[in-house]
């Protein structure tokens, strides 16, 4: 399995590692020196994410994280595992919640508003 994108086909680049010794000298110290310089490798950040192909396949591949963001892979759709059916006898579940907001309204503005001062 390589380590590059398979969509913008970032690789590893090459840069150094530097090792410093010391204290800063905004922390009170004579300031921090460098004592090694050593080569390394930075990896992209890779994933793998399952996609739906154009033939409505879903397939694995890895890609990095920018792409990901950028939306330059779209994600495979998954299918609500828990989508509740309703009867056609039963009310929708909205219309039911606005009936009884509408009696709860109702009842409230039948009520007579009474005003307490707060002293006994």
Same mark, same amino acid.
């Given at each position: ?8 086909? #970032? %690789? =590893? ?8 010794? %010391? +204290?800063? #000298? ?6 921090? +020196? @460098?004592? %090694?310089?050593? !080569? =390394?490798?930075?990896? /992209?950040?890779? $994933? ?10 879903? *397939?694995?591949? !890895?890609?990095?994280? $920018?792409?990901? =963001?950028?939306?330059? @892979? =779209? #994600? $495979? ?17 909205? +219309?039911?919640?606005?009936? *009884? ?8 503005? +039948? $009520? /007579?508003?009474? *005003?307490?001062?707060?002293? #006994?």
């Amino acid at each position: 399995m390589s380590r590059v994108c398979e969509i913008c086909g #970032k %690789g =590893r680049s090459l840069g150094n590692s530097v090792e410093t010794r %010391g +204290k800063a #000298k905004y922390l009170g110290g004579v300031g921090t +020196k @460098v004592t %090694g310089i050593t !080569r =390394r490798a930075f990896l /992209p950040n890779l $994933q793998n994410v399952r996609t739906t192909t154009a033939n409505g396949t879903s *397939k694995t591949i !890895r890609i990095c994280t $920018q792409c990901v =963001r950028s939306g330059a @892979v =779209r #994600k $495979q759709v998954k299918i609500a595992p828990f989508r509740v059916t309703h009867d056609a006898e039963a009310a929708p579940v909205g +219309k039911t919640a606005v009936t *009884k907001r509408a009696t709860v309204k109702k009842t409230a503005a +039948k $009520q /007579p508003v009474t *005003k307490t001062t707060g002293k #006994k």
